[in-house]
């Protein structure tokens, strides 16, 4: 009677899931699917180049820190992607001095986060205090608090939007640099797709042991989805549920998605 329970349950989250990406014009992909996503585009360019295998197991305790990237960065070189409908077809910012990209990487990060604490992973999200922070190792900063995170063995991971047009690579996985990739940078990279190791000759968070994860070029039906008011939670839902299940699966774990996956509220400045 419990099994009988328990699969019928999971026909019920199943069907749950595909109705949402149906609506959303997405389906659920297996891992190590390649090809153009048909909500995040294209998969990394670059997967073909892949140098690195993550075999490094971490505990499932393990202390998952959220990063948005570019959230210290703002008005100065670094500051992000404006996106596509910005830069190419006239459209306003999503919200006045900052980057696009700024505005989904906060909305995203704070949605892998809030859905992997409901599943009961050791996660945490951390907003730098002011958006332009010139020294990146000022100890405010993402790369300060990732690069001592890693030192003291937790996962740190930023969540990115990559760069419209031919600038932009695809969606991907950045291993961090200060050791062996781990499991869980192998199961997003089947989930995304890979970076080479030392791609642009290591940037500044891979560097600091932290590992970047572009969801998808910031374009098309990707970007057309997350500004659309009607879709834009359901496709923040499905993005975060995709990175929370792979986590999922690299410590080892069976991915749940929640019937009711969490609502995150708008993004805003900080003060």
């Known amino acids: 009677m419990i099994l009988r329970q328990r699969w019928f349950r999971f026909l019920a989250v199943m069907g749950l899931v595909a109705s949402l990406a149906l609506g959303l014009g997405v389906s659920a992909q297996a891992p190590g699917w390649t090809g153009v996503d048909p909500l995040t585009g294209p998969r990394s360019r ?18 998952i820190l959220l990063l ?36 989904w990487n906060l909305l995203t990060a704070r949605a892998v986060e809030a859905l992997g604490r409901q599943r009961g992973l050791a996660m945490l999200f951390y907003d730098p205090p002011l958006r332009t922070i010139p020294d990146g190792d000022d100890p405010r900063t993402n790369w300060s608090l990732g690069r001592q995170h890693a030192r003291l063995g937790g996962y740190a991971l930023e969540i990115h939007y990559d ?36 791609y642009r000759s290591g940037l500044g ?6 590992a970047m994860l572009e ?8 970007e057309s989805a997350l ?23 690299g410590l080892g774990r069976e991915p749940a998605t929640p019937l009711e996956p969490p609502l995150v509220g708008e993004a805003q400045p900080s003060a």
């Open 46 to 63: 670059l997967s073909d180049r892949k140098d690195w295998v993550g075999s490094r197991p971490l505990p499932e305790t393990v202390d």
């Open 68 to 103: 948005a990237g570019h959230a210290d960065s703002q008005n100065m070189a670094g500051a992000g992607t404006p996106g596509e409908a910005v830069a190419l077809r006239g459209a306003a910012p999503m919200q006045p001095g900052i980057s696009d990209e700024l505005y």
């Open 163 to 198: 760069a419209y047009g031919p600038d932009g690579v695809g969606s991907g996985l950045i291993p961090p640099l200060h050791r062996q990739p781990s499991r869980i940078d192998e199961s997003l990279a089947q989930g995304f797709g890979a970076y080479p190791l030392r």
């Open 205 to 210: 968070a891979p560097r600091r042991g932290i």
């Open 215 to 222: 969801i998808g070029k910031l374009e098309g039906s990707l």
């Open 227 to 249: 500004r659309d008011p009607r879709r834009r939670q359901a496709t923040i839902n499905v993005i975060a549920t995709r990175v929370v299940d792979d986590i999922e699966r």
